[in-house]
């Protein structure tokens, strides 16, 4: 039993760090897109990517160091990736993000 379970932590090591790794890549081309968007459009959609990705790095740090004090920093993250990407659909769409009235 100890034999299966020494096998199952030396899997998950090495799954954890090639998801690492792939996240890490994926960044670096979101950020690529974001510099050198064609449209604001896309950079929109490059945010949110990015988001959602250091979302799943933070899960997976979380499972490396076996903690389950950073579901708070998912949960924070996913709901700042909310708000930010109301406020960039409310700018594109319109181009300010807070109207003022003054009528």
């Known amino acids: 039993m100890t ?8 899997i ?12 890490s890549i994926s960044l670096l081309l979101l950020l690529y897109r974001i510099i050198d968007g064609p449209t604001n459009a896309d ?10 990705n250091l979302m799943g790095l933070a899960a997976l740090v979380a499972i490396i160091i076996t903690t389950t ?4 920093v998912i949960l924070l993250i996913g709901i700042l990736l909310f708000i930010g990407t109301i406020a960039i659909a409310k700018y594109l769409e319109k181009g300010v993000i807070i109207d003022r009235d003054l009528d």
């Not at 998950?12 to 996240?23: Q, S």
């Not at 004090?69 to 708070?72: C, I, K």
């Open 3 to 10: 034999e299966l379970l020494s096998v199952t932590e030396t």
């Open 12 to 23: 998950l090591y090495i799954v954890t760090k090639i998801c690492v790794a792939g996240i």
């Open 43 to 52: 950079r929109a959609v490059a945010l949110d990517a990015i988001g959602i």
């Open 69 to 72: 004090m950073l579901n708070d």
